[in-house]
């Protein structure tokens, strides 16, 4: 089973995108999904994530307030709206399925993992 995420591109800082990671798992709505970056020569880092109803979110400081994690358990996919877009939000962003049924923010509590689609912003 494979997460594909799409909607990656190139953009001017302030200018926005929006992510999202089809995800054909039949137990899709069982588990938190998160989406994650990871720039040149960095660690991948924790983005945002979702629960399963979608009433638990989080996300990390550098992007609170100007991004938005959603999903759609019916249509088996999650987005991420990223609004105001800086350079340092450049990287290739993943999403990934979590192991838990809470919404966890380290990496090694996601299990599967799409192939990353790249977020490059121009200053």
């Known amino acids: 089973v494979q997460l594909q995420a799409f909607g990656g591109g190139l953009v001017q800082a302030g200018e926005s995108l929006s992510l999202s990671c089809a995800a054909p798992?039949?137990?899709?709505?069982?588990?938190?999904m998160g989406w994650f970056r990871q720039a040149p020569g960095k660690e991948r880092e924790f983005v945002a994530t979702v629960g399963r109803g979608s009433r638990n979110i989080k996300y990390a400081d550098s992007v609170e307030g100007r991004f938005t994690i959603s999903r759609d358990n019916a249509k088996t996919t999650v987005y991420l709206q990223m609004n105001n877009l800086k350079p340092e939000d450049t990287g290739v962003y993943y999403c990934?399925?979590?192991?838990?049924?809470?919404?966890?923010?380290?990496?090694?509590?996601?299990?599967?993992w799409g192939q990353g689609t790249q977020v490059t912003v121009s200053s």
């Open positions: 798992l039949r137990t899709f709505s069982s588990y938190a």
């Open positions: 990934a399925r979590s192991k838990l049924n809470t919404v966890p923010l380290k990496v090694y509590n996601y299990d599967l």
